[in-house]
């Protein structure tokens, strides 16, 4: 009787495949499409949960392969028309929270009289640290500003998953500002939630998943800059904040002093014109440019200009031309 014979590609262990695979290049996810064709065994590896947390822990920063606005730990918040859902009033704002890579769908409907303003998806699970949480609980946090019968007030509701329902609304007046721009992307660091900017940059508006609570917190002077201005998160866990002045990007982060007094400081200066190549921008002087987005985890940041839309890696300091649909 003849005896079973080990694949070739079996003679090696399960290990030496994982430390193979996970140096293949993460800009290029078709690799490992075509890896896992290769035989049962490279297709095993590639599949077992474990790994993708092992390559997503080997490369640390993610590929910028495309991107959504208002999205999260791999969700993505998505506006419908009115619509009849279950138990709601027909004609009621509908939301859709859609896992982009499980294709789970969780419908949801917005809180009443409150316009859809500045929201973002957040994972509910306790201690999780976001590299392989997709399915389990989430919330929804929306924040924006209305006007009250004592002036402007700054809202926050809260969504969960698990009760299936929003939680009551947080209120702050806002004595003394006027509304300036809500529609700005939310950043979250730890249980910071950080939203709406106000004229002139005078303030962030703050919400604390913790607490529940919102706040102002200052701005950087932001005098002749570009009105279009990005929040974002420092590779030091800080906020961080971009904007443009001609042709030169400038970074703002967020400091503490020693006597433990909270700042802002300009921590980098970028000239577009010496990192677009002449290939890019057709040889022209690019006199404008503009903050349109920032990906949080890949550490890059869009920017609009006289020669097209760039996305700059703020590691490499690389700049490249990409189409925006």
């Known amino acids: 009787m003849a005896s079973r014979r080990t694949p070739p590609s079996e003679l090696v262990d399960d290990d030496a495949i994982t430390e193979v695979l996970l140096r293949l290049p993460p800009e290029e996810p078709a690799y490992l499409v075509r890896a896992s064709l ?38 993505v918040l998505l506006q419908r028309r009115p619509v009849q859902l279950e138990d709601d009033d027909a004609g009621a704002l509908g939301c859709l929270v859609w ?34 949480c997709r399915g389990g609980p989430f919330l929804v946090l929306c924040a924006g500003v209305h006007i009250h019968s004592t ?19 947080v209120y702050l007046d806002l004595c ?13 660091i ?23 609570c919102l706040s102002l917190i200052d701005s950087p002077d932001l005098s002749g800059m570009d009105t279009d201005v990005e929040l974002m998160a420092t590779e030091e866990g800080l906020l961080g904040l971009a904007s443009a002045r001609g042709s030169r990007l400038h970074l703002w982060s967020r400091t503490m002093e020693a006597a433990g007094v909270v700042g802002w400081e300009e921590s980098r200066v970028i000239d577009l014109q010496k990192k677009i190549s002449p290939a890019d921008n057709g040889s022209s002087i690019i006199k404008e440019a503009n903050v349109i987005g920032f990906a949080e985890g890949a550490n890059a940041i869009f920017v609009g200009t006289d020669a097209g839309t760039f996305v700059m890696d703020l590691k490499s300091g690389r700049a490249r031309k990409i189409l925006v649909e």
């Open 151 to 169: 002036g402007w007030r700054a809202y926050a509701y809260v969504y969960s998953s698990q009760l299936r329902a929003w939680g009551a609304p």
């Open 99 to 132: 896992d982009a890579i499980t294709g789970d769908r969780h419908e949801l409907r917005w809180p009443n009289n409150v316009p859809m303003r500045s929201a973002v998806v957040l994972c509910a699970a306790a201690g999780c640290d976001h590299s392989d």
């Open 190 to 212: 730890g249980d910071q939630v950080y939203f709406c900017r106000f004229l002139l940059g005078e303030a962030i508006l703050k919400y604390d998943l913790r607490k529940q």
């Open 176 to 188: 003394g500002y006027r509304y300036f721009d809500e529609q700005i992307r939310a950043v979250v």
């Open 38 to 75: 290769v035989c049962r065994q490279w297709r095993r590896v590639l599949s077992d949960p474990g790994f993708h947390r092992l390559y997503v822990g080997f490369h640390r920063t993610p590929p910028l392969l495309g991107f959504f606005n208002s999205s999260r730990d791999g969700r």
